[in-house]
């Protein structure tokens, strides 16, 4: 049984070294599929000359070209949408793949967890599986918790049953189907009230990523998240007035309610 991780990504640094040695050193995992590039939301509300990431992304995918696990494609123009990008590296994964799993740039998971995931997976033939997440925020050792609605505590569509051709035919929510049309969801999941794993998220860390991921929600969703949510917020948010900014926001961009907690965690890469 093989398994195919599928990253989008642009501008994925600090993190896509980590991201492709962690996943190309890693037993269990069979190959490492990449579409890099900008939507045109991202390339417009950057005011992008191309569609290609602009942190050194690109030099550090090309220097996977040889690996036997990896393959890619950099973008020529733009990804009308994630969707597009997402089915852009599904047309890369080999033949004897039997799962495709999604793996943002930001997402990590331990070889252990892994390798627990690849049994489950071949014993009991799930179709599809969902995880809990923790989302690390402004550091290492600090969780968002809670939010109503679509809010930190909400679980991810992340692995997907794959045939020769299948594509996705949704982003969100991330949809697959079988054979007959019938979405692999509903046939023989796994949900993430009985998965044991849970994925470590890292999106909320890092100013630059933030940023970037603010300003493509601006644009997509046609609110100003820099001015509402990214400097009230996440940029003023410490650990000393953390009481505060979360009396007065919540610490998820989208939906009201979050609040941050601490946490020590062992985590699947150094940082």
């Known amino acids: 049984m093989k398994i195919a991780v599928g990253l989008i ?8 070294e980590k991201y492709l040695k962690h996943y190309t050193d ?3 995992v069979d190959y490492v599929v990449v579409a890099e590039g900008a939507t045109t ?15 050194g992304s690109v030099d550090v995918i090309g220097g996977y070209l040889q690996h036997t696990k990896v393959r890619f494609v950099c973008a020529e123009k733009a990804y009308a949408e994630k969707m597009e990008q997402q089915n852009a590296y599904v047309s890369l994964v080999p033949d004897d793949t039997n799962y495709i799993w999604v793996a943002d740039c930001d997402e990590f998971y331990h070889w252990p967890d892994i390798k627990l995931m690849k049994q489950l997976l071949y014993y009991n033939q799930y179709t599809f599986v969902e995880f809990k997440m923790w989302h690390f925020w402004k550091g290492m050792n600090t969780i968002g918790v809670g939010g109503r609605g679509w809010g930190y505590d ?19 929510p991330i949809t697959m189907t079988d054979r007959s049309g019938k979405s692999v ?3 023989k999941p796994l949900t993430a009230v009985n998965n044991p794993v849970t994925t470590f998220h890292y999106s909320y860390v890092t100013q630059k990523n933030v940023y970037e991921k603010m300003l493509y929600y601006t644009r997509t969703f046609k609110r100003n998240y820099i001015d ?3 400097e009230p917020v996440w940029l003023a948010w410490t650990k000393e007035n953390r009481e505060e900014i979360e009396a007065k926001y919540s610490i998820h ?17 150094e940082w």
């Open 9 to 16: 990504v642009f501008n994925g640094m600090p993190y896509l």
């Open 26 to 28: 890693c037993p269990d």
């Open 41 to 55: 939301n991202m390339k417009d509300v950057l005011d992008l000359k191309n569609a290609s990431s602009t942190d």
């Open 154 to 172: 909400q679980v991810i569509d992340r692995i997907f049953k794959y045939y020769p051709g299948a594509r996705f035919l949704n982003h969100r």
């Open 185 to 187: 969801k509903e046939i």
């Open 228 to 230: 509402d949510w990214y």
């Open 253 to 269: 961009p989208s939906t009201p309610g979050a609040k941050t907690r601490d946490v020590e965690l062992v985590h699947p890469v």
